[in-house]
């Protein structure tokens, strides 16, 4: 295995900056026309737009800006700071892809931003419903998806009444609500813009209803300047975490994005069309706009590293994945195995992979249902980024209800948080 030599990544801020890329729905990747600020002492002023056809734009910045504020209607309003460690002979452009995420629309029985509510009539004394909603909100970033630790807050419009609880390791807050209301939120966490909406009580069924809160943070962007664009470029957080695989960015061959990072270390992986990894740096990746240069690649010395082989044939049973109490978030080991099995699928397609989300029998039951619902719906998002087709996925859950050892202590209970996997292949 090679030595890793270690790179500070610097943004490029101190000498005038030419930015150029595309905008880009961050679910559906369809380019979005979108308007560029800078916030000056005379209040914020524009300075660009990208192309409603491609999404493209070319933005040169004067040296003193340290912050860009990207807007389009119908979306959340991004930033993207440059006031980091600087990177001060960057003279060519550097290229980006900004995603823009779309906002929640107001809806029955759904979190939606204050910004979209729209007319809505209150029932009279008449017309009150006595019942009740239990409810699970999920706090997630809205483009890494990991759960997010978050204070939320509940102000009823009916009674005023103001209810703050902090969410688990989960990231879930649970609570009910015992009248028809339009219910404001309040959402806070570290590193994050605040989340203000509102949420419509208006089914008093006694059902449990589960919900997302996605948080956004100001941009933490990498843009890699390749040496060719033949070769791989992969994150791999220095903790050993998920591989994060680079973006090409549309009109600029030899740049590679990623913007789904958070703030921290990580390998740069350089990989051939062989799956052998030609070099690998350590990079520090701060908040905000980074680059790094990649040219004169050399054939990294030593014994190479080649992607892992599936350890198991279609025909096996494969392991089932285990969990911490109470949390829904990928465990290390969990994926390693899910690289192999991604591996396995993409390399077999007429194979379909059957998860299932379990819990050990602690608290209440509807609750369990909720939590390996998230479990089963966490290991399915991490395989369709590893490339395996969503028709090959099968989720499902049943909470507590499937043990495969008795709740009786912990090392049992251990055992019965878990996702498990059967392949079953497709007849013709």
């Not at 679910?27 to 308007?35: F, I, K, N």
């Not at 790094?292 to 599936?310: M, Q, R």
Request: charged share 20%; glycine share 8%; aromatic share 6%.
């Amino acid at each position: 295995m090679s030595k890793a030599s270690t790179v500070v990544v610097s943004s490029p801020t101190a000498s005038c900056l030419r930015l150029t890329g595309v905008v880009l729905d961050f679910t559906s990747r369809r380019p979005l026309s979108a308007d560029f600020y800078i916030q000056t002492p005379g209040g914020r002023r524009q300075v660009g737009r990208s192309l409603d056809e491609t999404g493209t734009f070319t933005l040169n910045l004067d040296c003193g800006v340290r912050m860009l504020i990207i807007e389009r209607t119908g979306y959340r309003t991004q930033t993207l700071g440059l006031n980091t460690k600087v990177k001060s002979n960057q003279t060519d452009a550097v290229s980006v892809i900004i995603p823009l995420l779309a906002v929640d629309r107001q809806g029955s029985d759904q979190p939606y931003l204050q910004t979209e509510q729209t007319h809505f009539v209150q029932p009279t004394a008449q017309e009150v419903i006595k019942g009740r909603q239990p409810n699970a909100f999920a706090v997630t970033d809205a483009l890494t998806g990991r759960a997010v630790p978050a204070q939320v807050c509940f102000i009823s419009t009916e009674s005023g009444k103001k209810q703050c609880l902090t969410s688990d390791n989960s990231g879930i807050v649970t609570t009910s609500f015992t009248q028809r209301d339009i219910v404001a939120l309040e959402v806070i966490a570290s590193g994050y813009q605040s989340y203000q909406g509102n949420f419509i009580v208006d089914v008093l069924d006694g059902q449990l209803r589960k919900h997302h809160i996605r948080l956004l943070r100001s941009l933490t962007i990498l843009s890699v300047q390749a040496a060719s664009a033949a070769y791989q470029y992969v994150l791999r957080s220095e903790s050993g975490g998920k591989e994060i695989k680079l973006t090409g960015v549309p009109g600029y061959p030899e740049t590679f994005v990623a913007y789904e990072l958070l703030p921290q270390r990580y390998q740069l992986l350089v990989i051939n069309g062989q799956g052998t990894v030609q070099e690998r740096r350590l990079i520090t990746v701060l908040s905000g706009l980074n680059t790094v240069s990649v040219s004169g690649l050399e054939k990294v010395t030593g014994s190479t590293v080649t992607s892992p082989a599936p350890g198991w044939n279609p025909a096996d049973s494969l392991p089932a994945l285990y969990f911490q109490q109470s949390s829904y978030e990928l465990l290390q080991q969990s994926e390693t195995v899910l690289k192999e099995v991604a591996a396995l699928l993409r390399s077999n397609p007429n194979y379909t992979l059957h998860l299932t989300g379990h819990t050990d029998n602690e608290g209440d039951e509807r609750l369990n249902l909720v939590l390996s619902e998230f479990r089963a719906n966490v290991v399915a998002a991490y395989l369709r980024r590893q490339g395996v087709a969503d028709k090959q996925l099968v989720r499902s859950w049943r909470g507590s209800q499937l043990p495969v050892a008795p709740n009786d202590r912990e090392e049992n209970r251990a055992k019965n948080r878990r996702v498990s996997l059967s392949l079953v292949r497709n007849t013709p």
